[in-house]
């Protein structure tokens, strides 16, 4: 239970579903958490939970390049130094087919994922440990797609591509990075898709899900945020560049 003993981790949407669980799992592996989120009531009792020694938080958007600088510096401030950033904050987006997709909302989608883990980087990668290691939480759709969500498919697609520039521009110092593709996973988040995509009540939509799964079932968010750990802690230290599948088959 020490895998990250010492280590200090920034988690952007921090104060909820895989991010929060992810935080849970590190600080219980030995790490101090800085989680940055939009929900300042949310946040602060995570942190509560998770122990004001072991935890701090920000308030940041993480398409606001000043929020997000600031954000880096309250982590430091608290902690140190730091030693691992997991890029988790997402937005679903709408689901429309190309041509009936609000142009706002397809900007919207790629801010918040692209913009934002490049802002995430930008201003973690100068201050990151020699050594440490960057996870960007892209999705079973960032290595395939479906109808009707051409904003989040091309945005978790375009963030393996940030990942890939980031691992080769890195290595030099033994910073690692790489992206996580969770498959369905039992979060509001991904219920409020699986409705609207569906058009069913919850748990019908969630088993129409469960059909296109090979281990026919969702994952958990602590099952994410195990594969999260694997990728940042040294078990994983000759890894960089790679897309780690944690989908039950959904993308093969
Ligand atoms: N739940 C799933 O099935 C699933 C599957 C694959 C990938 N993902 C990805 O996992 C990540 C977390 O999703 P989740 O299911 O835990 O959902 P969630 O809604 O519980 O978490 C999203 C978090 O992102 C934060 N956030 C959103 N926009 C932000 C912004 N502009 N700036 C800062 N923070 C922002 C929210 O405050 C929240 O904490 C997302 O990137 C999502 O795309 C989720």
Known sequence: MDRLKGKVALITGGESGIGMATARRFTAEGALVHLVGLDGERLRRA?????????????A????????????????????????????????????????????????????HVLGAFLVLKHTLPVLADGGSVIINSSVVGLTSDPGIAGYATAKHAQVGLARTAAKEA????????????????????????????????????SVFDQMIPLRRHASPEEIAASV?????????????STLRVDGGMSI
């Open 47 to 59: 942190v509560a939970e998770l122990g004001p020694e072991q935890a701090g938080c920000s308030v």
């Open 61 to 112: 958007d993480v398409t606001d390049e000043a929020a997000v600088r600031a954000a880096v510096r309250a982590a430091l401030d608290q902690f140190g130094t730091l030693d691992v950033v997991f890029s988790n904050a997402g937005v679903s987006g709408p689901i429309a087919p190309i041509t009936e997709y609000p142009t706002e909302a397809f900007r919207r989608v790629l801010d918040v």
């Open 171 to 206: 290595a030099a110092r033994s910073i690692r990075v790489n992206t996580i593709h969770p498959g369905p996973t039992d979060t509001p988040f991904q219920a409020a898709i699986e409705t609207a995509a569906t058009g069913l009540p919850p748990a019908a939509a969630a």
């Open 229 to 241: 750990l694997y990728l940042a802690c040294d078990d994983s230290r000759f890894v960089t560049g």
